[in-house]
């Protein structure tokens, strides 16, 4: 071979090094997180897995919390098991959306930040984050939907006017406090879980999940969290159903009384109902999280698809 052979030869190798580089340049910043696109798809399968839960569930739901109402082993109402169901579509729906809206870029955000090795941490602040931005609209639809499930009110319209006229608007945020308490620790434990059941079963499988999967994964974490959770969940809900009639004054004087005149194990109460509720709940939210999360990629834009919105690990 020529010299004149050789250097155009290598001229020839320099640039197509070149080209292959500012491709590989040109990927990396075509992967760019896309906060706005993962935001969108986010709130929409949020709020697709929070209607479908909230329809397919709500009467045990009601049964959980009039179980946790009735003081002394009263007897527990079986009618009206429905009640307030639509009201509670009304903020569950942007709720859901906004929690998961909020949880996945975070989440992305915080596992690009912390080494592989401490994912954990980034699914355990990205529930709580996500768990204290919904909670400005889970609050108050808790509220009303738990007084309507105790039959204080037949509606929402009726029990957000009586709410307001009686307690303030300060009334339908009534055991915001404990609803923290018990919301942050849940989501935080609850998504923690099911990522990194997810992220183990996918490297020992060496594939990415399907549905059944997935809401497998999904009902033994929310099984798990609401066992653990139950008297959190059975303060929350006396502080959030007594009215202006103010039993308890707070989160410490709730739990005293109750123990003094219930006994711990009423912090129980309902926890069949509790563990039925979330663990079959969690099967189908993250079920349909999933899927409505691959449809909505399989969906995108031909330029977009190479998004990298839906990372876990």
Request: proline fraction near 4%.
């Amino acid at each position: 071979m020529s010299r004149n052979s050789k250097t155009e030869s290598l001229g020839n190798a320099l640039n197509s090094s070149e080209y292959t580089n500012v491709a590989a340049v040109s990927s990396t910043q075509n992967k760019s997180f896309d906060f706005f696109g993962m935001l969108y798809e986010s709130a929409v399968a949020g709020a697709a897995a929070g209607t479908v839960v909230e329809a397919v569930l709500y009467p045990v739901d009601t049964i959980k919390t009039r179980l946790q109402a009735v003081r002394g082993g009263g007897e527990i109402v079986l009618k009206g098991l429905y009640s307030g169901l639509a009201g509670n579509l009304a903020g569950v729906i942007p709720a859901s959306a906004l929690f998961i809206g909020v949880y996945e870029p975070t989440k992305q955000k915080l596992l690009d930040i912390f080494p592989q090795n401490l994912s954990a941490v980034a699914h355990l602040a990205a529930g709580a984050i996500g768990g204290a931005a919904s909670s400005i609209v889970r609050v108050p639809t808790e509220v009303i939907k738990q007084r309507i499930q105790t039959g204080q009110f037949a509606s929402a319209p009726e029990a957000v006017r009586v709410i307001v006229a009686k307690e303030g608007f300060r009334g339908l945020f009534a055991g915001y406090g404990s609803f923290l308490l018990r919301d942050l620790p849940f989501d935080a434990i609850q998504f923690c879980i099911y990522e990194q059941l997810r992220i183990g079963y996918k490297l020992a499988a060496r594939r990415d999940l399907n549905g059944p999967e997935n809401a497998i994964i999904g009902a033994f974490a929310g099984a798990i969290t609401g066992a653990v959770t139950t008297p959190l969940d059975m303060v929350k809900t006396r502080l959030m159903i007594q009215g202006s009639a103010k039993q308890y004054d707070g989160i410490f004087h709730c739990v005293d009384t109750i123990i003094r005149e219930e006994g711990s194990s009423a912090f129980f109460r309902g926890i069949g109902p509790r563990v039925l509720w979330i663990g079959i709940g969690g099967s189908i939210f993250f079920g349909v999280l999933e899927k409505t999360k691959q449809l909505l990629a399989h969906n995108r834009p031909p330029g977009d698809k190479k998004r990298d919105s839906l990372k876990l690990a």
